[in-house]
Every structure is written in C-alpha cells, then in structure tokens.
C-alpha cells in the first residue's frame, strides 16, 4: 500500500516488507509503535522527561562542544498471567565545560600560593602599586 507524497515519490507505509511484524494480513499480528507504549507509560511523563533531558543534552553539547549520552533503559518484570510490570530508568550524561586551571606554590605546611614562598618579594609599597594601577588605567 502506497500513496504519493508532495515529491512525487511513492510514500512507505508502516505495513511494508521494511517491517515484517507488521502486515494487512489477518494472520500476520500488528505490532504497536514504539513511541506510542513510551507516550503512554507513566500518563506522559515518560516522553515528556526524554524530551526535557535531550533539549537540556543538546544545549550542552552546543555549549561545550564535546559530546553527551541519553539511555533509556526499559525493564519489564512479570505481573501475573499475560502482563508485565515496565519500568524504565533515565540517564542523562551531559558534558561539562572544561574550567580553566591555576597555577599555585606550595609551601613547606602544603598550603596553596599564588606567589613562590621561597622567593622573596620586592619591597614595593602598596601606595606605589596602587599609584602605578591608576597611571595605567
């Protein structure tokens, strides 16, 4: 079963040899979408959570220019004759971005400088610094 799309070109159905499950035969069974058990798990709030973490993925992978995971993990446990409990697990791993690093001296007791505490500083006055900062400016 075809029928033309705005191309011109014949147009896949769902009922295709693409898709063996699914057929127009009465023997053959059909086989719901996947997107349509995922619309209606959790009354929506399971596709409306994948649509959430994927914008929240592509704003950081735009942002940072590296790149992220999203995995949908689906579990289905026996309930009793004929059904199953789902239940599924979301997992977002964005990238962050990259923070600058500092350079630091460490002393003899192992604290954190900005300046080397086995060199000397120059004797220079904070009213001189502060008289230099403001001609430069």
């Known amino acids: 079963m075809t029928r033309p799309t705005d191309l011109g070109h014949p147009a896949r159905t769902h009922n295709q040899k693409e898709h063996p499950a699914m057929s127009d035969t009465p023997d053959t069974p059909q086989r719901r979408p996947f997107a ?3 619309q209606e798990h959790r009354r929506g ?8 973490k994927l914008a929240e ?10 790149k992220g995971t999203l995995t949908l993990q689906l579990t289905l446990a026996p309930n009793g004759q004929g059904s199953v409990k789902l239940g599924d697990r979301v997992v977002l791993k964005a990238p962050s ?3 600058p690093e500092a ?8 604290n954190l400088n900005r300046n080397d505490p086995r060199q000397p500083r120059l004797p220079i006055a904070a009213d001189d610094l502060d008289a230099r900062r403001g001609a430069s400016a």
């Open 36 to 38: 349509a058990v995922l």
């Open 45 to 52: 709030g399971l596709a409306v959570e994948l649509g959430d």
């Open 57 to 66: 993925l592509a704003a950081a992978v735009v942002e940072t220019n590296k």
């Open 97 to 99: 971005p990259t923070m």
């Open 103 to 110: 350079f630091f001296y460490v002393d003899e007791h192992g």
